[in-house]
């Protein structure tokens, strides 16, 4: 309903929905939605000073926070007792300039605790611990580098593997670094017989 954005979901896409307590919090193209289970209202969170309609592209909860993924890079927000408030601060996360693009699109934090950011550009791991940023680019001359640079999805499944999806150039399984210290993939598309090499989503069976 335009004529109530601040308590309805806006006319767009959903990138995502995550679950804490008796809360579910709503990404969309037009910022973030709560809804309080047993409601049929959303309500919309502020998050200063991001504008309120800023889009949401990916989120993930980790260790008390919200980490959220827009065109404006990587913000963190905290939850109190009650979640998080209407008028809510965000923290954009102090690495977000060293990213390889600002445009988030997939974020995933591994056993490690290292965070996978993947944008319009490029994948990102970023040590939270110190700070330091590796940025992983396409390579089209290696067999074992990154095949394309929209990092579209991305999957830490319970064995610890990470799973990264491309639009355009199939999914990678991350092997650690060769011997030239150089990022490597093994990678899944058509030549191994998959249909298409756009890739959406990457979804663990249970």
């Given at each position: 309903n335009?004529?109530?954005?601040?308590?309805t979901l806006p006319a767009?896409?959903?990138?995502?929905?995550?679950?804490?307590?008796s809360q579910t919090y709503i990404g969309s193209n037009r910022g973030l939605y709560r809804n309080q289970a047993g409601s049929n209202e959303v309500e919309l969170i502020t998050l200063l000073p991001r504008k309120a309609s800023s889009a949401i592209k990916t989120m993930q909860v980790a260790d008390g926070?919200?980490?959220?993924?827009?065109?404006?890079?990587?913000?963190?927000?905290?939850?109190?007792?009650q979640g998080i408030a209407a008028d809510a601060?965000?923290?954009?996360?102090?690495?977000?300039?060293?990213?390889?693009?600002?445009?988030?699109?997939?974020?995933?934090i591994d056993q490690q605790k290292r965070l996978?950011?993947?944008?319009?550009?490029g994948l990102n791991i970023v040590?939270?611990?110190?700070?330091?940023?590796?940025?992983i680019l396409p390579d089209a001359k290696r067999t074992d580098g990154l095949a394309q640079s929209f990092i579209s999805t991305l999957l830490v499944d319970r064995r610890g593997r990470i799973w990264v999806g491309t639009s355009g150039g199939g999914v990678h399984l991350w092997q650690g670094h060769n011997s030239q210290g150089q990022?490597?993939?093994?990678?899944?598309?058509s030549s191994n017989g998959m249909p298409n090499q756009i890739i959406n989503q990457i979804l663990q069976d249970k």
């Open positions: 335009p004529e109530r954005p601040s308590s767009t896409l959903i990138s995502g929905m995550i679950e804490n307590g926070y919200l980490w959220l993924g827009g065109n404006d890079g990587m913000w963190q927000v905290a939850f109190g007792a601060s965000a923290t954009r996360a102090a690495f977000s300039d060293q990213l390889s693009d600002q445009r988030i699109v997939s974020f995933a996978w950011i993947g944008t319009w550009n040590d939270p611990a110190s700070g330091k940023v590796e940025k990022a490597a993939f093994r990678r899944f598309d």
